[in-house]
């Protein structure tokens, strides 16, 4: 009853489900439309992180790295870089709802700043998941979508990742130098055997990704493997997620059907410029995933979306759905207002989405 009711509360797939809902009364959705690839490939990508999250992988790292931790700014920077390496990995979701908490907890116990810190590790989780083909779910999508390579994405992503960091690490000045005591370490042990077998399965979802092997394979894999460490894991899978493709690639089948609106979406879809702006914009009011699969169906210019995409994840908190969380998370565990925290995350959100727009848009007119 816990996974139905939590399926239910999730609001973005609420509103999915009622548009999709209404698109039906235009025309019905054809089965072809339905991706499943990427539907098997997010199921197991959304099955391997909360096996991740079971074995507390995150949190040892966390623990080890910050009990070394001098001052407030090199918590700061250990907490960001983490967030930034474990992203690529674990998704944005996961990483800021881990580590937000954990920085938290510790800021409060010794009065350490929160709001710069909290910001910079949200940023640095959406920096860290736009790396890689599945730190993001809608890089799943685009990689599916335009059959791209792994050589032809970290191409696109490397020089976003570079510019990100060094972003990153101007703000990562910005933050006090105070001393701290020494931070207290915390036993938590990893079962390596089933952290072996999680690798394993992981790297069958890599291959599975650019379809070297057949995407059910992993998703198969990890679920036998979720069931042998601790069925419950299952309970904690984001089904909601996998629901929202599914409603998405069932509208867009919908409205591919609707002349008027293939041609009104066609015009402003016509070169990569006007997609990396559109993707951007989009993004910062109905969130970056739901962007991608829209526009997905309407171009073939694949960078400009990956970048538009990726860069859309900052500025709002309705840009990614990390940023939603890391807000989530300071109310639930900050001890600042949740008015001074907001303006300064915006602060930082918004000029981070600037300095990159440009830096996109300049990649686009110079080197693709």
Same mark, same amino acid.
């Given at each position: 009853m816990t996974v139905i009711r939590n399926i239910f509360k999730d609001r973005i797939l609420q509103i999915t489900v009622i548009i999709t809902i209404l698109s039906l009364c235009f025309a019905r959705p054809r089965l072809g439309d339905i991706n499943t690839h990427t539907l098997f490939s997010i199921l197991a990508m959304l099955t391997i992180i909360q096996i991740f999250s079971y074995l507390h +992988?995150?949190?040892?790292?966390? #623990?080890?790295?910050?009990?070394?931790?001098?001052?407030?700014?090199? &918590?700061?920077?250990?907490?960001t870089f983490l967030s930034v390496i474990s992203a690529?990995?674990? $998704?944005?979701? *996961?990483? +800021?709802?881990?580590? *937000?908490?954990? #920085?938290? $907890? *510790?800021?409060?116990?010794?009065?350490?700043?929160e709001i710069l810190p909290v910001t910079l590790i949200g940023m640095g989780a959406n920096i860290g998941a736009a790396f890689t083909p599945w730190g993001n779910p809608h890089n799943i999508y685009i990689v599916n979508r335009y059959t791209v390579t792994p050589?032809?994405?970290?191409?696109?992503?490397l020089p976003l990742l570079s510019v990100s960091l060094i972003l990153l690490i101007i703000m990562l000045m910005f933050v006090k130098n105070t001393p701290i005591p020494s931070l207290p370490k915390e036993d938590i042990r990893i079962s390596m055997r089933p952290m072996i077998l999680t690798i394993v399965v992981s790297i069958f979802f890599f291959f599975g990704i650019f379809n070297v092997v057949p995407v059910y394979v992993p998703a198969i894999l990890a679920i036998l493997l979720t069931i042998f460490i601790n069925k419950t894991i299952l309970l904690h899978i984001d089904y909601?997620? &996998?629901?929202?493709? $599914?409603?998405?690639? +069932?509208?867009?089948s919908d409205i591919q059907q609707i002349p008027f609106i293939v041609n009104e979406i066609s015009k402003a879809m016509s070169n990569e410029h006007l997609v990396y702006l559109t993707s951007i914009l989009s993004s910062q009011c109905i969130s970056n995933v739901p962007s991608t699969i829209l526009i997905g169906k309407f171009t073939n210019y694949?960078?400009?979306?990956?970048? @538009?995409?990726?860069?859309? @994840?900052? @500025?709002?908190?309705v840009g990614s759905m990390a940023n939603m969380l890391v807000f989530k998370s300071f109310l639930e565990h900050g001890t600042i207002s949740r008015k001074k925290f907001f303006c300064m995350f915006s602060l930082l959100q918004?000029?981070?989405? *600037? +300095?990159?727009?440009? &830096? @996109?848009?300049?990649?686009?007119?110079?080197?693709?």
């Amino acid at each position: 009853m816990t996974v139905i009711r939590n399926i239910f509360k999730d609001r973005i797939l609420q509103i999915t489900v009622i548009i999709t809902i209404l698109s039906l009364c235009f025309a019905r959705p054809r089965l072809g439309d339905i991706n499943t690839h990427t539907l098997f490939s997010i199921l197991a990508m959304l099955t391997i992180i909360q096996i991740f999250s079971y074995l507390h +992988v995150l949190d040892v790292l966390a #623990y080890k790295l910050t009990a070394s931790a001098s001052n407030t700014r090199r &918590l700061t920077v250990i907490f960001t870089f983490l967030s930034v390496i474990s992203a690529m990995f674990l $998704t944005n979701d *996961i990483t +800021v709802l881990t580590l *937000i908490p954990l #920085y938290l $907890t *510790i800021a409060r116990r010794y009065k350490l700043p929160e709001i710069l810190p909290v910001t910079l590790i949200g940023m640095g989780a959406n920096i860290g998941a736009a790396f890689t083909p599945w730190g993001n779910p809608h890089n799943i999508y685009i990689v599916n979508r335009y059959t791209v390579t792994p050589i032809q994405f970290f191409k696109w992503s490397l020089p976003l990742l570079s510019v990100s960091l060094i972003l990153l690490i101007i703000m990562l000045m910005f933050v006090k130098n105070t001393p701290i005591p020494s931070l207290p370490k915390e036993d938590i042990r990893i079962s390596m055997r089933p952290m072996i077998l999680t690798i394993v399965v992981s790297i069958f979802f890599f291959f599975g990704i650019f379809n070297v092997v057949p995407v059910y394979v992993p998703a198969i894999l990890a679920i036998l493997l979720t069931i042998f460490i601790n069925k419950t894991i299952l309970l904690h899978i984001d089904y909601a997620l &996998l629901l929202t493709f $599914t409603c998405f690639f +069932v509208f867009i089948s919908d409205i591919q059907q609707i002349p008027f609106i293939v041609n009104e979406i066609s015009k402003a879809m016509s070169n990569e410029h006007l997609v990396y702006l559109t993707s951007i914009l989009s993004s910062q009011c109905i969130s970056n995933v739901p962007s991608t699969i829209l526009i997905g169906k309407f171009t073939n210019y694949a960078e400009a979306l990956f970048l @538009g995409s990726n860069i859309g @994840g900052f @500025g709002t908190l309705v840009g990614s759905m990390a940023n939603m969380l890391v807000f989530k998370s300071f109310l639930e565990h900050g001890t600042i207002s949740r008015k001074k925290f907001f303006c300064m995350f915006s602060l930082l959100q918004f000029t981070g989405l *600037i +300095v990159l727009m440009i &830096l @996109g848009w300049l990649v686009l007119y110079f080197v693709i």
